[in-house]
C-alpha cells in the first residue's frame, strides 16, 4: 500500500519529466538533435533510476510515468503529443517490468561493470519498446495500424536503440552512484516542496497548453 | 537480485550491443542512394520528377500543431496519377525505412512539402508526417 509520501513523490517526479519533456524536448527538436534517444537517456532514465531509488513499490515507476505521460499530452511546443504521451507511459511499464528485480540492497552491491551493463540493457528496451508501442498503438488509435508497416520500420528502431543503449552505459551507474549519498528529506520540508514543485510543473504547462489553443 | 542474474548481465548487455550494431549496420546497407540532383517519387507505380509536380498545382496552406506548411495537395497528386475511385483505396506512404497507410479523408487533407519530401497531414499524430517520401502505394 502506498502511502502518502510515496504518492506525492510519484507526482514530483512525474511532473518533472512532464515539464522536461515539454521544455528539453522542443530544445532538441529546434536543435534537430535526435530527440527521442536524449530524452529517454537524459531524462526519463535518471527520473525512473531515482524513483526506483526513492520507492521500491510496485507500481511506483508507472505511475511516474501516467503523471509524466498526462502532463506531455497538454504539452503545447513538441506537436505530435499523442505520440509523446503514450511513448512517456510505456517508457516507464518496461522499465518497471525489467528493474522487478531489482532490490534495494542491489544499488549498493552491484560493481559497476553490473551497473552499467543495466545501463545498456535498460536504456535499450526502454528506448525500443517505447518507440515499437508508440508505432503500433499511435496508427490503432487512427485505425489504421498495418502489421506490414510496423515490421518496414524494426530494422530502424533496433538501429536507434544502439546510442541510446551507449548513453544508458553512463547515465544510469552515474545515477545509481548517488545512492550512496543517502539524502534524505524531513516531512515538514518534503510535503510543501513536492507539492510546491508538482502545482509550479502542472501550471506552467497548462497555462502555455490554454494560450496555445485559445 | 540474485547472484547468477547479477553475473548475466554483462552478458545480456553485450547481446543487446550487438543487437544495435547488426542493425546499424543492415540499415546503412540497405539504404537506397537518393537522386538529389533529379528526385522523383513513385505514385500508383509510375515515376514523377517532384521539381515537375510544384510547377503543375496551385500550392495549398495547411495549419498544424506545429505551425503552417504550404505545399501541394495530395488529393490533387492522387487524381493526376489517374487512381479511378480515389475514396475507395488506402494509400500507403513509403520512405526508404518507413511507411504508414492513410485513407482518402487523411489525403484530402494531407499536403506534399518540397522541403526534405515530406508529407504533412494537419489531423493525423506526426507519426504519419514523413520524410524522405519514395513512393506513394495505392491499394
Redesign the interface.
Known sequence: MMNKRVLLGILVLGSCWGLLEAVMGSVFKAAQLPYGVLMTTLFALPILVISKMMFSHRGAQTGVGMVAGSLAFFNPWI?????SAIAIAAEAIIFEIIWL???EN?FGS?TL??K???G??TA??VYVSGYMI??IL??A??G?F?F??FI??V??I??Q??PA?LLGFLTVPLVMSTYKLNITIQDKLYYPTGATITVLCWLFIVGNWLIFIT | ??FS??NL??I??TV??L???S??L??NA?KQPVDTQNPRVIINGEAYDIANLFTLFSEKTVT???GEFTGIPLDELIVYANVDTPENH?Y?IKAD???????WEAMQNGIFYQERLRVIFPN?????WMYDVVEIEVT
Open positions: 506537436g505530435c503529443s499523442v505520440c528485480r531489482i532490490k542491489d552491484l561493470i553490473q552499467a551493463s543495466l545498456v540493457i535499450y528496451g508508440t508505432q499511435t496508427p488509435l487512427y489504421s498495418l506490414t508497416n518496414v520500420v530494422p530502424q533496433l538501429a536503440g544502439l543503449s | 537480485m540474485p542474474t547479477k548481465l554483462p545480456i548487455a543487446v550491443l543487437i544495435g550494431i542493425s546499424t543492415y540499415v540497405t498544424t500543431d506545429d488506402h500507403t525505412d518507413y511507411q504508414q497507410t492513410v485513407n493525423l499524430a506526426h507519426s504519419f
